[in-house]
C-alpha cells in the first residue's frame, strides 16, 4: 500500500512529500519557499550564488512568513577558477557581445567564493535542513551540521555517488534523474563528461535499493501521477523544480517561464555553453551559436562567470534566446503561472485521486 504520509516528512517535519528545488540564480524567492513550506511541503533557498548578506536577509525574511521547516541549498566545495583560455572564449562570444551591444567585457574575471561562510550562516541562524549539490558536505562541515542537529540532503546521479554520500553522512539522498532540469548534480566528470545521464524510473529503484536512508526523487515529476510513481518506485518524496520556475512566486524573468510555457518534452538539451558544467536547458540561440564555434567552455565556475554580464543584458532586455533557461523534461504539463500553494495542493489532490 503505497502512503502519502512517509518517513521523511516526520524527518523532515513536513506534511506532504513535496520538496521544492534549490534552485540557484533567483527563482527561489524568499517568498516562494515560504509559500511552499507554508502548504505543508519544503521550501528550498537556492543559496550559491547568494552573498552572505543576502543569505542572511532571505533567511530572515522566509522566517518572517513562515514558522515552518525550511531548507537551504549550497554546492559542495567547487573548483578553482581557471581562466587561461578566456581570450578563446571571448573571441567566440564576440557575436553575442554585438548582438546585445554589450560594447565593454570584463578586463579581469574572479567567481565568488563565499561557500564557507554560506554554511556558517545557516548554523548561525539554526536552518533545519541544508541539502547539498555536486557532492556531500565537507567532513568538518558535515560534523558541525550533524553536531547542531541539521538534517542533511545529498544529491545523487548514479548509485554509488547515492552510497558515498551516506557513507559520509547524507540522512536522505535526492536521486536526480536525467530528465532533471538545471545543472546535473554529479559528484565528478572524469568518467561522464556530461554527467551520468540514467533515467529516473531506472535509477530510483536502483538507489532505493542501495541505501538504507530515505530517497527522494527529481526529475521530469510535475503533478500527482509523478509522486505516486515516485512512491511505488521507492521514493519516500519527490523534489519539483521546472513547474515551480514557473510559480507566481519565483523569481525568474518572465521571459524564462514563458519560454516553459511554450515549450515540450522535446525542447530541452543538456549543455556546458552556459556555466561550463552539463546542465538541462531549452534550447535557445546562446547555445546554438557558442556550440557551432567548436570552442570549448572553461571549467565551471569560470565560464558561468564569463557568462554572466551576458545573461544579465539578455534579462535586461527580455531576450530569452541568451537566457539560460534551466528546466527539465516535464515541461509540456506547464502552460501558466500558478500559486506555489496551488501546486502543492493540486499535487496531493491528484495524487490521492489515483490512489484511492
Known amino acids: 500500500m503505497i502512503s502519502l504520509n512517509t518517513d521523511i516528512c516526520r524527518l523532515l517535519g513536513i506534511e506532504y512529500p513535496i520538496i521544492q528545488a534549490g534552485m540557484a540564480g533567483g527563482p527561489t524567492t524568499a517568498e516562494l519557499v515560504a509559500e511552499v513550506s507554508d502548504a505543508g511541503g519544503l521550501g528550498t533557498l537556492g543559496a550559491a550564488y547568494l552573498t552572505p548578506e543576502k543569505l542572511r536577509e532571505d533567511i530572515s525574511e522566509i522566517r518572517k512568513r513562515t514558522n515552518k521547516p525550511f531548507a537551504v541549498n549550497l554546492f559542495a566545495p567547487v573548483p578553482k577558477d581557471d581562466f587561461s583560455r578566456i581570450d578563446e572564449v571571448k573571441q567566440a562570444l564576440q557575436p553575442i557581445y554585438k548582438e546585445l551591444a554589450i560594447e565593454e567585457q570584463n578586463a579581469e574575471y574572479r567567481s565568488p567564493d563565499h561557500g564557507e561562510e554560506l554554511f556558517r550562516i545557516c548554523l548561525e541562524m539554526n536552518v533545519p535542513i541544508i541539502s547539498t549539490a555536486f557532492g556531500s558536505l565537507p567532513p568538518e562541515q558535515m560534523a558541525s551540521a550533524k553536531a547542531q542537529g541539521v538534517t542533511v540532503i545529498t544529491m545523487a546521479t548514479t548509485v554509488g555517488e547515492a552510497m558515498e554520500a551516506q557513507d559520509k553522512g547524507a540522512d536522505a539522498i535526492v536521486a536526480q534523474g536525467s530528465e532533471a532540469g538545471g545543472h546535473r548534480g554529479s559528484f565528478s566528470f572524469d568518467q561522464h563528461p556530461m554527467g551520468a545521464q540514467v533515467g529516473l524510473m531506472a535509477l530510483l529503484p536502483q538507489v532505493a535499493d ?99 554580464e551576458i545573461r544579465g543584458a539578455a534579462a535586461k532586455a527580455g531576450n530569452p534566446e541568451f537566457m539560460s533557461l534551466w528546466a527539465g523534461q516535464a515541461t509540456g504539463a506547464m502552460t501558466q503561472e500558478e500559486g506555489a500553494a496551488e501546486i502543492v495542493s493540486s499535487m496531493m489532490d491528484q495524487a490521492r485521486a489515483l490512489l484511492r
Open 210 to 308: 542501495a541505501v538504507d536512508v530515505p530517497v527522494i526523487a527529481a526529475g521530469g515529476i510535475a503533478d500527482g501521477r509523478g509522486l505516486v510513481a515516485a512512491l511505488a518506485l521507492g521514493a519516500q518524496a519527490v523534489q519539483v523544480g521546472t513547474r515551480f520556475v514557473g510559480a507566481k512566486e519565483s523569481g525568474a524573468h518572465k521571459a524564462y517561464k514563458q519560454a516553459i510555457f511554450d515549450s515540450d518534452e522535446e525542447s530541452t538539451v543538456v549543455t556546458k555553453s552556459f556555466s561550463g558544467r552539463p546542465a538541462r536547458g531549452i534550447k535557445n540561440r546562446f547555445i546554438e551559436q557558442f556550440e557551432s564555434t567548436g570552442t570549448q567552455p572553461l571549467p565551471f565556475p569560470s565560464h558561468n562567470t564569463v557568462t554572466k
